[in-house]
């Protein structure tokens, strides 16, 4: 290791024991970056659900529906707004004491604070401290994911075949989905096995507080490949070294900022198909319930999953460049159906059906090579740091607040503002992707 290396720590050495000599082939890296990732996307989408299904009613009963609605997604946004910042102040604990005490804390972090909403009081309980705590604990999740980024994604790709780089660039992908299946699916189970009030008593709780034991095992499955050689090569390289966010930004800053919006039109479409139908049957069908349409929408992450897979094969024939291109132009025309049918998403079952299919496929098609592309522009140098900026910016832009502001939007102007809503995401993402000239050399 180099001088500037941090020094390994008892958690690293254990993993390193447990290794032995043993060589981390890249299928390794895979599995544990999925496992990593689809972690993260359980808290994500254990809290959106529960926006939905449970706070409205839990923490916000002083208000009609719809009010309660948006007040939870405005907390909902909160970690999306602290996520940066949590990446500042965890690539500082990573450059002082190592990359295993910085996982370690995040990952405790991450599954505590999700965990301890499942004991939170209800308003009736003690009023406007339930509501302030709820906010106190979605900051800290914030602030943890920033610090979960354990930059395995670039180890992935870097020791990916060139020829594959598009298929192993998707793998981490596929914790969305998979995080979103276990997530609904656990929702779905309570809301059709027991009755409301049993439910908004206990039953919702029991998604937060799997949350801990999930984390500890991503933990675990993180900390195996920090300690390979492989990662101890590559950090002496510099390729995947923290970091200070004001370096980057005075070397990279513009770099930065276009990769924070090639893949803005996936993440709008991200909770467009996830979190706001969820709200929008809620608020407003009388013929279908939330447990049913989460078992459709478990169905189209699926569907989204094979997207994702399809999109490593897609982006290795034509380039990840042309890919992203290729599904951001296809959401695009998807806004605009849904801009000029909006009914295909009214009260008809088959209609919300096709509609989440779809989207479902459109958004492992687009999300699938996302990640590729915010890291595409970055030298080793600054990869590590300026990948987890880019893509907490991302998140930041296309996804924090598209909750709050579709739910508003449809309400106040109906169904066909979401495709409008969504069509500006697609356009950006093409706007990022024919600007930067350097993404077509190098993707």
């Known amino acids: 290791m180099t001088a500037n290396t941090p020094t390994v720590t008892g958690l690293e050495r254990d993993a390193q024991q447990a290794m032995g000599d043993h060589k981390v082939h890249p299928n390794e890296i895979a599995i544990g970056v999925v496992i990593g990732r689809a972690s993260e996307y359980f808290d994500f989408f254990v809290f959106g659900i529960a926006c939905v299904l449970v706070f409205p009613k839990v923490f916000f009963p002083f208000v009609d529906p719809l009010k309660g609605t948006l007040y939870a997604f405005a907390i909902f946004a909160l970690a999306f707004i602290a996520r940066p910042i949590g990446t500042v102040m965890f690539m500082a604990i990573d450059r002082r004491h190592g990359r295993s005490v910085k996982l370690t804390t995040a990952l405790f972090l991450l599954g505590g604070s999700t965990a301890a909403v499942s004991f939170l009081p209800r308003y009736d309980s003690i009023g406007i401290s339930a509501v302030y705590i709820l906010a106190v604990l979605r900051v800290l999740q914030g602030l943890a994911l920033g610090g979960a980024w354990d930059g395995l994604a670039s180890l992935l790709a870097m020791n990916a075949p060139r020829e594959r780089r598009g298929w192993y660039a998707m793998i981490p992908q596929l914790g969305a989905p998979l995080g979103f299946m276990v997530a609904s699916a656990l929702f779905a189970f309570f809301l059709v096995n027991l009755d409301e009030a049993d439910f908004i008593d206990w039953g919702w709780r029991f998604p937060f507080y799997c949350a801990f034991t999930i984390n500890v095992v991503a933990l675990f499955a993180r900390l195996r490949l920090v300690a390979t050689d492989e990662f101890a090569r590559m950090m002496d390289l510099d390729r995947l070294r923290p970091v200070p966010a004001l370096e980057l930004f005075r070397h990279h800053a513009g770099d930065v900022i276009r990769g924070a919006f090639v893949p803005l039109a996936a993440f709008a479409l991200f909770h467009l198909v996830t979190i706001f139908p ?89 999300y699938g090579q996302t990640a590729g592309a915010v890291t595409a522009r970055l030298g080793n140098h600054y990869r590590y740091t300026g990948a987890a900026l880019t893509s907490d910016f991302a998140w930041l832009i296309g996804a924090g607040f598209a909750p709050l502001v579709a739910l508003f939007l449809s309400q106040r102007y109906g169904l066909a503002m979401i495709g409008v809503y969504l069509l500006s995401g697609a356009v950006c993402s093409l706007l990022a992707l024919f600007t930067d000239r350097s993404e077509m050399r190098q993707m």
């Open 278 to 366: 969820i709200a929008w049957l809620a608020l407003n069908s009388t013929t279908r319930s939330p447990g049913d349409f989460l078992i459709v929408q478990f169905s189209g992450a699926i569907v989204c999953a094979g997207a994702v897979a399809a999109s490593g094969l897609i982006a290795d024939q034509i380039g990840r460049r042309n890919a992203l291109i290729m599904s951001s132009s296809l959401i695009g025309f998807f806004a605009l159906g849904s801009i000029i049918a909006p009914l295909l998403f009214g009260e008809s079952a088959i209609g919300q059906t096709i509609y989440v299919t779809i989207g479902f496929m459109l958004l492992g098609l687009a």
